[in-house]
């Protein structure tokens, strides 16, 4: 991706967004931000996507999540039946030091500009409580907390999605849904990953957990000690290496490469995480090592289901019983993957080509004047 201009090498940024409809550079001297907007794809409905904060070493390294990123949220709207499209933002910075007022006001700002094309709400990094303030600057907003009007976290319902998920994998690797029989690793004891593991240790199950975060650990130790599950700390490294059952990746993506791959001695992955798979050849190569790999972007949309039914007002009744399609639909990927000889990633991405397909094909006449069936805050 790099082209040679008047001898010098330089990246060629119009090839690599050559998939995307739109990245916005986002820069507020007064408030330190520095964000990255991408919109992927807005075939279905304006682009919908949580905003992550992470102390990126590189530009180029923040441009390259957020383009992944926002692709994977075109996936996951496509799987859920959602009428949005792929968008995802990234602010550069650390959510430790950097995380300010000021900062999200002025990202609310960036937001607002783009009169309704994206819609944002949290991700890795960021908090309800930092689009509270973002919200002040423009409507465009969701999962903010429901003291503000808002469905809340939408790490609950994402938590409530990845345990269907766990139930519909065990079903199929081991012929049960008890989730308390099984062996657990997971990576990542943040908003989802340790609402996973609690749940998990409730239900009497073996879970070994790892995270940088040694407060996250410490208040798992600590709870676990009144759970009937059994919890052990591994470390950061060390998880892969975990003989479970399955490995549930709730931290960040491409986690699944070659490297890990040789290492784990799991029988199924099922997590959180987005874009756990470095490339999409490793699906075929997880296939061939028998792991059975739960595609995440149908794993993990129960916060997206939250946020885009948020637009009608909360109702938590209602995005439970959407989260609960997970479990079918997982298990009729696995089908279809055994049925056609394809991986589970493929079968997946069959089924988010046909909902792209078909929209496209719908009559542009009509759908020039077509009123969204979401509601458009005025
Ligand atoms: N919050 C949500 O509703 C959704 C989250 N996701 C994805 O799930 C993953 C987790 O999201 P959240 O729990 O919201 O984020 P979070 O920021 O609350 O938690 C992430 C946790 O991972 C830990 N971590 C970071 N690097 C690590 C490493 N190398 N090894 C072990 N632990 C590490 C962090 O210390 C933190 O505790 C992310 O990939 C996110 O994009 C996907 C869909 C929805
Ligand atoms: O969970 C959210 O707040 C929005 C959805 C999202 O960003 C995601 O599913 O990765």
Redesign the pocket.
């Known amino acids: 991706m790099t082209q040679n201009i008047d001898g010098i090498q330089t990246i060629d940024y119009f090839e690599k967004i050559k998939d995307h409809e739109q990245v916005v550079l986002c820069n507020d001297p007064h408030s330190g931000l520095k964000a990255i907007i991408a919109i992927h794809d807005t075939t279905l409905g304006p682009a919908l996507g949580?905003t992550?904060m992470f102390p990126y070493a590189s530009f180029e390294d923040a441009l390259d999540d957020v383009l992944r990123?926002s692709e994977g949220m075109t996936n996951k709207c496509a799987a859920a039946g959602l009428d949005f499209g792929g968008g995802k933002a990234v602010i550069i910075g650390d959510?430790k030091t950097d995380s300010t007022p000021a900062l999200f006001r002025a990202f609310g700002q960036y937001v607002d500009s783009l009169n309704g094309r994206f819609y944002t709400g949290?991700?890795?990094?960021?908090m309800p409580e930092d689009f509270v303030e973002a919200a002040k600057e423009t409507q465009f907003i969701n999962g903010i907390p429901e003291a503000y009007g808002g469905s809340g976290d939408?790490?609950i319902?994402?938590a409530h999605g990845v345990l269907y998920a766990l139930e519909a994998t065990s079903n199929y690797v081991f012929n049960h849904q008890d989730l308390g029989l099984n062996s657990y690793a997971i990576?990542?004891?943040?908003?989802?990953?340790?609402k996973i593991a609690q749940r998990l240790l409730e239900l009497g199950a073996t879970v070994y957990a790892?995270?940088?975060?040694e407060s996250?650990i410490e208040q798992l130790t600590k709870e676990a000690k009144d759970l009937t599950g059994q919890l052990t700390i591994v470390g950061?490294d060390d998880?892969y290496d975990v003989k479970a059952d399955i490995f549930v990746p709730?931290?960040?993506?491409s986690i699944i490469n070659d490297e890990t791959l040789e290492k784990l001695q799991v029988k199924a992955i099922v997590?959180?995480?987005?874009?756990q798979l470095k490339t999409k050849e490793i699906a075929e190569k997880l296939k061939q090592a028998g792991i059975v790999y739960a595609p995440?972007f149908i794993v993990?949309?129960?916060?997206?289901i939250q946020v885009a039914d948020e637009l009608y007002g909360p109702n938590h009744e209602r995005v439970l019983k959407e989260t609960k399609a997970i479990f079918n639909s997982l298990e009729s990927i696995f089908a279809e993957a055994d049925a056609n000889n394809i991986t589970t990633l493929e079968a997946a991405s069959i089924r988010v080509q046909a909902v792209l397909d078909d929209q496209r094909n719908r009559n542009n006449f009509f759908a020039r004047h077509r009123r969204p069936k979401w509601q458009v805050k005025e």
């Open positions: 949580g992550r990123l959510p949290t991700d890795m990094g960021t939408s790490s319902p994402t990576q990542g004891l943040g908003k989802v990953g340790y790892t995270d940088i975060n996250a950061l998880i709730c931290a960040m993506g997590g959180s995480a987005n874009n995440d993990n949309s129960g916060g997206l």
